[in-house]
């Protein structure tokens, strides 16, 4: 089984897609083709499963003969890589990855040369490629921390994963609302290819690659163009998908993979410009397409990044392909966007039937007064913008810099950021992760915005000559800045940042997950526990202090000085066996609910006392 479940991930996450590129004419950068062979497989599994459902076979041994068919087509079309001595091949690959390593770290270098300017460009850049190599180890850690664990939160167990286990059953998820089906379908393959849901770990252990990949996108990207600014963009991003998508990273959320799949969609854009060759343009444009329909498969708030994409796809580069009549543009446009199109026909025409037959649909609801308790639409969205605490500063770095951003970026900024985070504040800002589409958007714009300012900073520094200033007259002028810096800058901000970092401390995935649950239900209530909550901000006066579950008669007499109180936070290697039978006991029975289990620690609500 164990070994069925590993050739179930190359499946789900390579196999398929590394077919599908033989068939396009793109660069082919290491990067590049492990993350479009990523997401082609993901959509190719998607339509796949879709397909083996409708006609009632999707059974182990189809898959089984699939695979094999696949593994055919890839000894062919790689035949003379298959083929090639173990030794060649381990040589050329290892000297791809030190040539990307050598380029990483010498591109801060050819930034620097006598110019006072250009040196201290390259020491920004020198930081923020370190700063990303750092990033990039911490979500390699999300990834190797997240094996071997199963489904907990949730959303996760109760949808995403039971919706696998419908298709994984040979018939299509229900009561699905409006949901799309791209990771509850690869789920299923894992599952398909065990014959058994019994491991789950296979199907959980992949997501935290959406936010690996989403990373080195943008480090690809600062590699191509040579600019600090996507470095920046990088570490940005880094620091707001663990704010925003934290506890989710690796639940089996689909709100990372949604971001995942809307970067990859402006990569492909950004890619094209580096190319003059038409035909790689063109197919960068036609795989954008296809990444864009991945964004709608992948949950339906990504139908707006797929009806934008043509657009943003003939302004950024379409329209300035000169070999191509107008005609001839708007043709081939059309023509991808109708293959595109095509690929969400089998869900969506199938989703909405059964709805039009009656089956409910509650996404609505989200954007309704009920759960946004009456509030109107303004209200909404100032406590929106409370909601994201320091990280909206970032939305007014964004506009202040649109002058220093690239032309191109400028227009993702106007096409999707701001119009996707406007619907978020008004509509859907009842939880943080709705906003996953302009998350990486965020990042990327304030990187650009950060490294433009930074280049046009430099550019004065040269015009100017401040360099012939006196040191003395320097030293004036920066305590005249701190000062003034530090009688205009609020104390709001700064202790919002300080309170949002405390909110990761202790036990991140505890502390968090607890965060998480207050977040969601909007009731902060007392808990029965000895984890230190008296030092975690708005949790500090929860705690109910009951011996960490270690004797059974103290937590019996906390229990019944306290009936008023209706969770328990339990750390699983300190509690009593007596103690641990009652919950469990009542677990059994209805009466307590476990929300969570996470690093040894277990939260239980009581429902009925």
Not at 378 to 400: D, H, M, Q, T
Not at 460 to 476: A, C, E, Q, S, W
């Amino acid at each position: 089984m164990f070994i069925l479940g590993l050739l179930s991930i190359i499946q789900i996450t390579f196999l398929p897609g590394i077919l599908i590129l033989k068939t396009l004419n793109v660069k082919k950068g290491f990067i590049q083709t492990l993350i479009f062979s990523f997401a082609l497989s993901l959509i190719a599994n998607h339509i796949l499963v879709l397909l083996l459902t409708f006609l009632k076979i999707n059974y182990s041994y189809i898959h089984y003969g699939i695979f094999a068919v696949e593994l055919g087509l890839l000894w062919k079309f790689y035949l003379r890589n298959l083929s090639m001595p173990i030794g060649e091949l381990l040589f050329n690959w290892t000297t791809r990855i030190s040539n990307y390593a050598s380029e990483i770290v010498s591109f801060p270098a050819k930034k620097s040369d006598r110019n006072i300017a250009k040196t201290l460009t390259g020491m920004v850049t020198t930081i923020f490629v370190f700063w990303s190599l750092e990033s990039l180890w911490w979500a390699i850690k999300l990834f190797i921390d997240n094996i071997g664990t199963v489904f907990t939160i949730w959303d996760s167990v109760a949808s995403w994963n039971r919706w696998a286990l419908d298709w994984f059953s040979n018939t299509p998820a229900t009561i699905t609302y409006r949901y799309a089906q791209l990771i509850p379908t690869s789920f299923s393959v894992t599952y398909s290819f065990m014959g058994s849901s019994q491991l789950q770990f296979f199907a959980k252990g992949f997501m935290p690659i959406f936010i690996l990949y989403m990373l080195l996108l943008m480090l690809d990207l600062g590699l191509d163009y040579k600019k600090s600014g996507y470095f920046i963009g990088l570490v940005a991003t880094r620091y707001i998908l663990q704010r925003f998508l934290g506890p989710y990273i690796g639940s089996g959320y689909v709100d990372a993979p949604l971001a995942f799949f809307t970067l990859l969609t402006v990569y492909t854009l950004l890619k094209a410009k580096t190319t003059s060759n038409t035909k790689k343009q063109l197919d960068y444009v036609f795989l954008g397409t296809i990444f864009a329909a991945g964004t709608a498969l992948t949950k339906q708030n990504g139908l707006l990044v797929f009806t934008l994409y043509p657009v943003l796809a003939y302004f950024i580069i379409v329209k300035h392909i000169e070999s191509l009549t107008t005609k001839e543009k708007l043709i081939k446009l059309t023509k991808y966007f109708l293959f595109a199109f095509i690929l969400l026909l089998p869900w969506y025409v199938f989703n909405e039937y059964r709805l039009f037959m009656g089956e409910k649909t509650n996404v609505a609801i989200l954007a309704g007064n009920e759960l946004h308790k009456g509030r109107a639409p303004w209200e909404r969205f100032l406590r929106a913008i409370s909601g994201i605490g320091i990280y909206a500063y970032l939305y007014l770095f964004v506009l202040l810099t649109l002058p220093f951003n690239t032309k191109d970026f400028r227009k993702i900024i106007y096409a999707i950021l701001i119009p996707y985070s406007l619907i978020w504040g008004f509509l859907f800002s009842l939880e943080t992760r709705n906003m996953s589409i302009a998350l990486p958007l965020l990042g990327l714009a304030t990187g650009l915005g950060a490294g433009g300012l930074t280049e046009f900073a430099a550019n004065l520094i040269t015009k100017f000559k401040i360099t012939n200033i006196k040191t003395h007259i320097l030293i004036i002028l920066l305590i005249v800045i701190m000062v003034t810096g530090g009688l205009l800058v609020p104390s709001a901000p700064l202790i919002d940042y300080h309170k949002e970092q405390q909110k990761h401390i202790l036990n991140a995935n505890v502390t968090e997950n607890l965060y998480q649950y207050f977040e969601e239900t909007g009731n902060y209530e007392p808990v029965f526990t000895n984890y230190p909550l008296e030092y975690l901000p708005d949790l500090e006066n929860l705690k109910v202090t009951i011996g960490a579950f270690t004797d059974y008669n103290l937590y019996k007499y906390t229990r019944a000085q306290h009936p008023e109180v209706n969770l328990m936070l339990i750390e699983d290697y300190r509690i009593a066996d007596e103690v641990l039978e009652e919950i469990m006991y009542y677990v059994e029975q209805g009466d307590y609910e476990i929300i969570f289990q996470t690093s040894n620690f277990t939260f239980v609500r009581i429902l009925n006392n």
